[in-house]
């Protein structure tokens, strides 16, 4: 007899018929902490969205309209912008922006034009002691206040002490660095309260940038963000990964702006129909082969444990008796949370932020990040310059065992894109629960961007 989705428990409406999430925190070695024992499953329904979200040229200008042009969105970590002169270029959607450290050391943004004739102010990221015009020479201080016009007897009509370079709402949070093209937006406390209560305990501001690299994806942005919403694709996509991976195991929690999947690594998937040895756990895990030698794990201590104790003696040296205080499932899970629309940082030591956005003005590609972060001793190291893939260059180039799932991923995603062009249905199918947060995602846009 068939389920309705109404009647269903909202603590486990349709999710695996096998071991929870919450029953694998009972068997951790450490203390488990508030954070991973909170649950906030969310009906979203069982509605298709529409494929138009992905190919229409209409919908991605109503994007940039209504959200790119309105919403919260990370720029770069305040350290690299960490003396005065320092700026940062940010791009999206056709727009460019300056994020700029002053003289006194705030920190502020405007958009990357002259206000004469509109000339890119900057076109690297880069330290200079003024905002100039390349064009013609029109210049701004660093706060923002107009320096210099170049022959201003014939500019009458420009009142000095009012032609600043407009000014954008600025933000940070956890050495993350947020603008809102909207001068007029809602507070940034208010959008980040649900992310930032959460992460109070993993202080991602304490890690320092060891790597960023990106890439042009031929796909619209949100096939390629979509690709990172869900582990239910681990078993069509990443099968090398099943016997270490609990995929739909997962637990998915949806709050007002911000979702997580948490998928437990240490423990087989329920979709595999054969028992996985502690052995094979631990050869899928570490990327060995079939019939490699694996280290014993102690009696009475499960893969888990074992895999969460390793793990905690190579990250000491960086980061001291602090990995003490983590629990074997900050340490060995994946804690893949969303800020809407498009900011992706894992929770503890994984030190992994996504971020996805479109390609200039291109529906069909977008960019794709991947920023670790990593715990240091001593004087904080700079941070890693950005590092920009070629077409023909692979994840796995620049980020090793994590690039090579990468590149699995990367391989569907012109793939998925070109099927959404040729397809005669007009919406998308998603799972209930295990797709929650894509469809999360999809309701926020509704709510930004209309229908």
């Known amino acids: 007899m068939a389920v309705a989705y109404d009647d269903l428990d909202p603590k486990t409406m349709r999710r695996s018929p096998g071991v929870t999430y919450q029953e694998l925190l009972d068997e951790d070695s450490h203390k488990v902490p508030d954070v991973l024992r909170l649950e906030s499953p969310k009906d979203m329904g069982l509605n298709e969205f529409p494929v138009s979200r992905y190919t229409s040229r209409e919908w991605f200008d109503k994007e940039v309209e209504r959200l790119w042009k309105k919403v919260w969105q990370y720029t770069c970590r305040e350290d690299e912008i960490s003396e005065p002169g320092d700026h940062y270029r940010y791009d999206i959607a056709g727009m460019s922006f300056l994020v700029v450290r002053t003289e006194t050391g705030e920190i502020k943004a405007y958009p990357n034009a002259c206000r004469h004739r509109g000339r890119l102010l900057k076109e690297h990221d880069g330290n200079a002691p003024e905002l100039r015009c390349a064009f013609h020479g029109f210049c701004w201080h660093l706060d923002g206040t107009l320096s210099d016009i170049p022959a201003d007897w014939d500019f009458p009509q420009i009142d000095h002490d009012n032609f600043n370079l407009p000014e954008l709402p600025v933000a940070t949070w956890e050495g993350f660095v947020f603008i809102n093209p909207d001068q007029n937006?809602?507070?940034?406390?208010?959008?980040?309260?649900?992310?930032?209560?959460?992460?109070?305990?993993?202080?991602?501001?304490?890690?320092?940038?060891?790597?960023?690299?990106?890439?042009?994806?031929?796909?619209?942005?949100?096939?390629?963000?979509?690709?990172?919403?869900?582990?239910?694709?681990?078993?069509?996509?990443?099968?090398?990964?099943?016997?270490?991976?609990?995929?739909?195991?997962?637990?998915?929690?949806?709050?007002?702006?911000?979702?997580?999947?948490?998928?437990?690594?240490?423990?087989?998937?329920?979709?595999?129909?054969?028992?996985?040895?502690?052995?094979?756990?631990?050869?899928?895990?570490?990327?060995?082969?079939?019939?490699?030698?694996?280290?014993?794990?102690?009696?009475?201590?499960?893969?888990?444990?074992?895999?969460?104790?390793?793990?905690?003696?190579?990250?000491?040296?960086?980061?001291?008796?602090?990995?003490?205080?983590?629990?074997?499932?900050?340490?060995?899970?994946?804690?893949d949370y969303t800020l809407f629309p498009n900011f992706h940082p894992w929770g503890a030591f994984n030190g992994i932020v996504y971020r996805f956005r479109?390609?200039?003005?291109?529906?069909?590609?977008?960019?794709?990040?991947?920023?670790?972060?990593?715990?240091?001793?001593?004087?904080?190291?700079?941070?890693?310059?950005?590092?920009?893939?070629?077409?023909?260059?692979?994840?796995?180039?620049?980020?090793?065992?994590?690039?090579?799932?990468?590149?699995?991923?990367?391989?569907?995603?012109?793939?998925?894109?070109?099927?959404?062009?040729?397809?005669?249905?007009?919406?998308?199918?998603?799972?209930?629960?295990?797709?929650?947060?894509?469809?999360?995602?999809?309701?926020?846009?509704?709510?930004?961007?209309?229908?």
């Open 358 to 451: 479109p390609n200039g003005n291109d529906h069909r590609s977008a960019i794709m990040e991947c920023i670790m972060l990593g715990p240091y001793q001593g004087e904080r190291p700079a941070p890693a310059k950005i590092h920009w893939l070629k077409e023909d260059e692979t994840w796995s180039s620049a980020l090793g065992f994590l690039g090579k799932v990468f590149d699995q991923d990367a391989f569907n995603m012109p793939k998925v894109q070109a099927g959404l062009e040729s397809t005669y249905s007009d919406g998308v199918v998603l799972s209930g629960y295990q797709e929650a947060k894509v469809r999360w995602l999809h309701h926020k846009l509704t709510e930004w961007v209309g229908e």
């Open 185 to 335: 937006c809602a507070p940034f406390e208010d959008f980040v309260k649900d992310l930032a209560d959460q992460f109070k305990r993993w202080n991602p501001g304490s890690l320092a940038k060891v790597a960023h690299v990106a890439k042009v994806m031929r796909c619209n942005w949100k096939v390629a963000q979509e690709a990172f919403c869900e582990a239910y694709h681990v078993n069509g996509t990443h099968p090398q990964i099943l016997r270490s991976l609990g995929d739909v195991n997962s637990q998915i929690d949806i709050w007002e702006n911000c979702a997580r999947v948490i998928t437990p690594g240490g423990t087989s998937s329920p979709l595999l129909d054969y028992q996985v040895s502690e052995d094979d756990m631990l050869r899928a895990t570490m990327d060995l082969a079939y019939d490699a030698e694996v280290p014993q794990i102690p009696e009475g201590m499960n893969v888990r444990a074992f895999l969460a104790r390793q793990t905690r003696e190579q990250l000491r040296p960086m980061a001291g008796d602090r990995v003490d205080e983590y629990c074997d499932a900050e340490i060995v899970d994946s804690l």
